[in-house]
């Protein structure tokens, strides 16, 4: 891939935050992701890639843009493959909550997981407990290893999860050995990336949540050097047959890094839509909107935070071409 590509892929997740940011707090989840989208869909078409959408909206009879295999880009440069969530955390941005993201995720062709729209079992951590972490084990024996690789107690870790009645038990045994939790509404992609930043507090992302997002957070810890550890969770046969196609037989194997993003490159940018701990949200003023953006690339592991100022008037469509 080609280096320019990361700021062409912030100036698509910008559009997509300022978009949907005009929708927070107003209860209306829908039209903010369907703004995201069509501003996504619009500034793509600029980028000089030829991508494919591998995890995007839903398949292309569920949604008009952004579907999987729907091809984005001037249609030259670089072959990718596109992972998109054009609003990640539609019902934060409703109700005018924390950590809503604008995100893309992209990788050479071939390269990116098409994990399909189901559950998916997962565990994240920063580069400090890299190889120290194992879906399988026990909660206790995971929060000890955290503990130990970065050189803290039980009681000091802080664990994300989603807020969710099929995590009562794991967030009762959390509690047991004596860590800390945060439990969040939605938004685990910006909790996996919280793993890899010190000032963002915490330490360690568990629990189930969507199989798309999974491959996002794999992306962007690729290019931090982190980890994340993931089971596809197939409810129906339907989505069990969905893990045949891609190549899953068995459906109990556990889904490492080189599992969900393949080779030494891959790129990730997201935009805040609203603050959070890492990054702060869209502000408006008059004619003008801000944005507070990251993008980073694994092949040189830089990292990027990119402060945007944006004339609304000269770009009313959010795209000059």
Same mark, same amino acid.
């Given at each position: /891939?080609?280096?320019? #590509?990361?700021?062409?892929?912030?100036?698509?997740?910008?559009?997509?935050?300022?978009?949907?940011?005009?929708? /927070?707090?107003?209860?209306?989840?829908?039209?903010?992701?369907?703004?995201?989208?069509? @501003?996504?869909?619009?500034?793509?078409?600029?980028?000089?890639?030829?991508?494919?959408? *591998?995890?995007?909206?839903?398949?292309?009879?569920?949604?008009?843009?952004?579907?999987?295999?729907?091809?984005?880009?001037?249609?030259?440069?670089?072959?990718?493959?596109? +992972?998109?969530?054009?609003?990640? %955390?539609?019902?934060?941005?409703?109700?005018?909550?924390?950590?809503?993201?604008?995100?893309?995720?992209? =990788?050479?062709?071939?390269?990116?997981?098409?994990?399909?729209?189901?559950? /998916?079992?997962?565990? @994240?951590?920063?580069?400090? @407990?890299? %190889?120290?972490?194992?879906?399988?084990?026990?909660?206790?024996?995971? #929060? $000890?290893?955290?503990?130990?690789?970065?050189? $803290?107690?039980?009681?000091?870790?802080?664990?994300?999860?989603?807020?969710?009645?099929?995590?009562? $038990?794991?967030?009762?045994?959390?509690?047991? +050995?004596?860590?800390?939790?945060?439990?969040?509404?939605?938004?685990?992609?910006?909790? =996996?990336?919280?793993?890899?930043?010190?000032?963002?507090?915490?330490?360690?992302?568990?629990?189930?949540?969507?199989?798309?997002?999974?491959?996002?957070?794999?992306?962007?810890?690729?290019?931090?050097?982190?980890?994340?550890?993931?089971?596809?969770?197939?409810?129906?046969?339907?989505? $069990?047959?969905?893990?045949?196609?891609?190549?899953?037989?068995?459906?109990?194997?556990?889904?490492?890094?080189?599992?969900? *993003?393949?080779?030494?490159?891959?790129?990730?940018?997201?935009?805040? *839509?609203?603050?959070?701990?890492?990054?702060?949200?869209?502000?408006?003023? %008059? @004619?003008?909107?801000?944005?507070?953006?990251?993008?980073?690339?694994?092949?040189?592991?830089?990292?990027?935070?990119?402060?945007?100022?944006?004339?609304?008037?000269?770009?009313?469509?959010?795209?000059?071409?």
């Amino acid at each position: /891939m080609e280096r320019s #590509l990361s700021m062409e892929l912030v100036r698509v997740t910008e559009a997509a935050a300022l978009a949907s940011a005009r929708w /927070m707090g107003r209860g209306k989840k829908n039209e903010a992701d369907d703004a995201a989208t069509t @501003a996504m869909r619009t500034v793509f078409d600029t980028v000089p890639m030829r991508g494919t959408v *591998v995890i995007g909206e839903g398949e292309m009879d569920e949604a008009p843009m952004l579907y999987i295999g729907e091809k984005l880009g001037t249609g030259y440069g670089p072959r990718v493959d596109v +992972a998109v969530d054009p609003l990640e %955390g539609t019902n934060i941005v409703a109700n005018g909550t924390w950590n809503a993201l604008s995100v893309i995720a992209v =990788a050479d062709a071939g390269n990116l997981l098409h994990a399909p729209d189901m559950y /998916m079992q997962k565990i @994240a951590v920063g580069p400090e @407990a890299v %190889g120290q972490i194992d879906i399988d084990a026990p909660v206790i024996d995971n #929060l $000890k290893a955290v503990a130990r690789a970065k050189n $803290k107690d039980i009681e000091d870790l802080v664990v994300v999860i989603l807020d969710r009645k099929r995590h009562e $038990k794991m967030i009762h045994d959390i509690r047991e +050995a004596g860590a800390r939790i945060k439990l969040i509404p939605d938004g685990d992609v910006a909790a =996996a990336i919280h793993t890899a930043f010190d000032n963002t507090g915490v330490d360690i992302l568990l629990g189930i949540g969507g199989a798309p997002e999974g491959v996002i957070s794999a992306v962007a810890l690729k290019c931090l050097g982190g980890e994340i550890q993931g089971r596809l969770l197939p409810q129906n046969q339907a989505e $069990k047959e969905r893990c045949e196609k891609m190549g899953i037989h068995d459906i109990n194997q556990v889904l490492r890094m080189d599992d969900l *993003v393949k080779g030494d490159d891959a790129i990730f940018a997201a935009t805040g *839509v609203t603050d959070g701990e890492l990054l702060q949200g869209v502000r408006f003023d %008059g @004619a003008t909107g801000t944005t507070h953006s990251v993008v980073m690339r694994a092949k040189s592991g830089t990292v990027r935070f990119i402060q945007g100022r944006h004339s609304l008037k000269k770009k009313p469509n959010l795209v000059i071409k």
